[in-house]
């Protein structure tokens, strides 16, 4: 599967203003955010990364915006034939992730636990502090409890800028 072109379809296809505190800037650090986490725990990081782009992709606003989890992975199944080329499986987890990801707090499954805690461990952009009581994870909880995401900056954060300078190109 190709990420980029993953990434450079919904950069296209949604009305999530670019400078929003839920778009692409958000979007990247939940990847990085959700690698850091994959790595250390074994979680799918196809699935991560695919969550990173998609659960916030079709948000309305940036207030509450119940349901915007579920547009994002209804999104998804739109374009799944075309881009999103993984197992069915894989893909239930992928939905079930972006979906719930805002109304649940916990899960057992390590994919999952990766993705919400990629997007939790970005909760301070909007000035809320870390608990580790919401976060699924060793690693995330080891994070949150020392408020500190510093070891975080060691993993790449993806320059979405550059699809989107690309595309304008064409």
């Known amino acids: 599967m190709n990420l980029a072109a993953v990434w450079d379809r919904v950069l296209k296809d949604t009305s999530v203003e670019h400078s929003s505190i839920h778009g692409p800037d958000h979007w990247a650090r939940v990847e990085r955010n959700g690698l850091y ?3 250390k725990t ?7 990364q695919l969550f990173a782009v998609f659960h916030d992709c079709m948000r309305e606003n940036d207030h509450i ?3 915007h989890g579920r547009r994002g992975a209804e999104y998804a199944v739109q374009i799944k034939d075309e881009l999103i080329n993984i197992p069915s499986d894989d893909f239930d987890k992928f939905y079930y992730a972006c979906e719930w990801h805002t109304d649940e707090i916990t899960t057992d499954d390590v994919t999952i636990a990766a993705c919400w805690d990629a997007d939790r461990l970005d909760l301070g952009r909007v000035g ?9 994870s060793e690693p995330a909880q080891e994070i949150a409890k020392r408020d500190d995401i510093s070891v975080l900056d060691r993993v790449t954060v993806r320059n979405w800028k550059k699809l989107v300078c690309r595309s304008n190109v064409r």
């Open 42 to 48: 074994g979680a799918n990081q196809t699935i991560v």
């Open 128 to 136: 809320f502090i870390l608990d580790p009581l919401y976060m699924n």
């Open 37 to 39: 986490v994959a790595q």
């Open 65 to 67: 915006d119940p349901g």
